[in-house]
């Protein structure tokens, strides 16, 4: 790749930070979900594969198209979430999803449990 930098004979690359798409962290997941697509009358199962404050991704059988819009029905840390957004990608039977509105309780739900994904995992490998 062009501008990478390479180490021991081509066989480990980094990426300069100008090459990095996302600007927000997201944690993986693996959370069952539910889809309602706009103007639908039926939720779609689906499961969330990551989470971030911008976005997240998913796993569905459900036809999606890049622009659709649609409500994202999930718990987190029990708590119900319901998150409307646009499909922003699709590949194959994974989608990505942008946030079009959530509220500021739903953004410190979702960054409390980022921070807990990355963090507290640190905490317990040390004791």
Known sequence: MAGDKTLFNE???VREAAQQKRKKARAQVNIPAEI???GGT???PATLTDLGT?????QCRTTLYP???LKVLFKLKGTAMSLPGSVARVSGKSIGVQF????DEQMESIQSFIHSTFFDKDKRSLT
């Open 54 to 58: 911008g976005g997240l991704s998913l």
């Open 11 to 13: 066989s480990f690359s």
């Open 36 to 38: 309602l697509l706009d």
């Open 42 to 44: 039926a939720n779609q």
């Open 100 to 103: 079009t509105s959530i509220s």
């Open 67 to 69: 622009g659709d819009k």
